[in-house]
């Protein structure tokens, strides 16, 4: 009985998760047939950072049948994010602290979790870079902090194309209230595009403002009068959007890594790492991005751990944001496996102030599941800067 239920769950799972890529690829490949070319354009520099806090309420639906572990519960999250790339040069930097508060007697509970990578590119114009990296973590049910430490090479190369997509995203906006009575040649597009990628060249925002302006009345398909004090300001709303970012290009890296500190103070290992990224604006409203990583100890066969998640944005309207992802991850332990299948649906509505309030339907399933598991999260997200 318990064979067939789970044959039927497989069987299930097979059917759903090919419906959803598929419906997934069909969207990417007829909006990217329709749209600006993003990937094509370089920045010379960027550097993007952002300090988010956040208050989730969680609805908790578990997987087994007597909802024995079904809850409330609120989360208190904080989110750092730091990237800056160059021809030569770049870091990241990442950080996630988060505290749960729960509705029955429960002891505190907390997750840490750090990331930061330098890459150093050999050549300007090449693709080939040496990484050093760290992954530090914490939690209440961890006996102490871990801390792995990992050094190796890479191929590929990640480019930030936020300041085309700006670029359309200003022409639609102006077009849509009159101001630009003919569309932006795609070279006027790309005009626009190095100017705003060009911003730590001016003091202020005023004289970047100012420069754009010019440039887009010089195409002299704005209104006779040219451009009003409402477009300036749609112009610069678009420009300081932080939540909006667009990214293009893939890498793979491989190298070793080493357990400098084990949160189960257990031995510490020295481990193979691999992972690939892929990131594809197929058009200034959407994003997607695809990462995977695999981790083994000396038995690579039996003792591993790996991921594979996919991210899709939709920019819907200026205010309404969706988002999807899917996630599978496996650990294997002495040749024994558990595995997760997690799907996130979201939609993000956006706030006057650089806040947003987002509603998240989760839904889980794993090896050792008896049904999938229902999570229904309403979040207030606020950027500190």
């Not at 094509?40 to 969680?58: C, D, G, K």
């Not at 909006?244 to 890296?253: A, E, L, N, Q, V």
Request: aromatic share 14%; charged share 20%.
């Amino acid at each position: 009985m318990n064979q067939r239920k789970w044959l039927k769950a497989g069987l299930c799972w097979s059917w759903f998760s090919s419906l959803i890529l598929s419906v997934l690829l069909l969207v990417v490949i007829t909006v990217a047939t329709h749209a600006i070319p993003l990937y094509f354009f370089r920045v010379p520099r960027t550097h993007i950072s952002n300090l988010e806090l956040s208050f989730s309420y969680q609805f908790y639906d578990d997987r087994f049948l007597d909802d024995r572990s079904n809850l409330n519960v609120g989360h208190l999250g904080l989110t750092y994010f730091s990237l800056f790339n160059s021809p030569h040069f770049g870091y990241s930097l990442t950080g996630n602290a988060d505290l749960e508060l729960r509705a029955q007697d429960s002891p505190l509970i907390y997750r840490i979790i750090t990331e930061g990578n330098v890459n150093y590119f050999f050549d300007p114009r090449d693709l080939f870079f040496g990484f050093a990296g760290f992954t530090g973590r914490g939690a209440s049910v961890y006996r102490a902090m871990g801390l792995l430490v990992s050094l190796g090479a890479g191929y590929g190369r990640f480019t930030d194309v936020t300041p085309l997509a700006q670029a359309v995203r200003i022409e639609a906006r102006l077009r849509a209230r009159g101001s630009l009575v003919e569309p932006l040649s795609y070279t006027d597009l790309l005009a626009i595009a190095h100017i705003i990628g060009r911003r730590y060249r001016y003091v202020t925002l005023a004289d970047l403002l100012t420069s754009l302006q010019a440039r887009i009345e010089w195409t002299l398909k704005t209104r006779p009068d040219g451009l009003d004090t409402l477009d300036i300001y749609i112009i610069a709303a678009i420009i300081e959007d932080r939540q909006f970012k667009r990214f293009s290009g893939w890498d793979i890296r491989f190298g070793l890594g080493y357990e400098l500190l084990d949160p189960f103070e257990g031995e510490r290992d020295l481990v193979a790492i691999s992972a690939f990224n892929i990131a594809f604006a197929p058009e200034p409203g959407s994003q997607l991005v695809l990462r995977g990583s695999f981790t083994g100890a000396r038995d690579l066969l039996r003792t591993h751990s790996m991921s594979i998640r996919a991210d899709y944005h939709f920019l819907w309207t200026e205010i309404i944001d969706l988002r999807g992802s899917y996630t599978f991850s496996r650990d294997s332990e002495a040749g024994f496996y558990r595995h997760r299948h997690q799907i996130d649906l979201g939609i993000v509505v956006r706030l006057p102030g650089d806040t947003d309030i987002t509603l998240t339907l989760a839904l889980m399933h794993g090896h050792d599941y008896e049904e999938w598991s229902k999570r229904l999260l309403i979040s207030l997200n606020m950027d500190l800067f």
